[in-house]
């Protein structure tokens, strides 16, 4: 099992910034990458950013400039720089660690944090 804790979200003003944090715990050792996907209102759950056991990072078009991603997969921990914040960019961030066991990869999820940001 692993379990992850969101931080860091809240209410901004366009063009605002926001920093989230998520730390793992429980069976990390098995974790290959850690990221952020939201789920906007009335939308499917989507990947916002990723960042592997390697510091291989992979961006969302839509927030690719704007969103930092960063922290180590080694020290459980990973972090989302949110700048030039726009309201479309408003939903609930997720936290999501791939997990190894065996063959199979598992996703696990914390329990989201919101992100709102007005116009």
């Known amino acids: 099992q692993v379990q992850l804790v969101e931080s860091g979200g809240g209410l901004v003003q366009a063009g605002g910034s926001l920093r989230l944090s998520c730390a793992a715990s429980?069976?990390?050792?098995?974790?290959?990458?850690l990221g952020w996907y939201r789920r906007a209102p009335g939308k499917q759950r989507e990947l916002v950013t990723v960042?592997?056991?390697?510091?291989?990072?992979n961006y969302a078009d839509s927030v690719k400039g704007r969103f930092t991603i960063s922290g180590d997969v080694a020290k459980n921990t990973v972090y989302l720089q949110m700048n030039s914040l726009k309201p479309e960019d408003t939903a609930v961030y997720y936290c999501?660690?791939?997990?190894?066991?065996?063959?199979?990869?598992?996703?696990?999820w914390g329990r989201g944090t919101q992100v709102t940001v007005s116009s």
């Open positions: 999501n660690a791939k997990v190894s066991f065996g063959s199979s990869v598992l996703d696990y």
């Open positions: 429980g069976n990390t050792f098995r974790i290959n990458a």
């Open positions: 960042i592997t056991g390697g510091g291989t990072t």
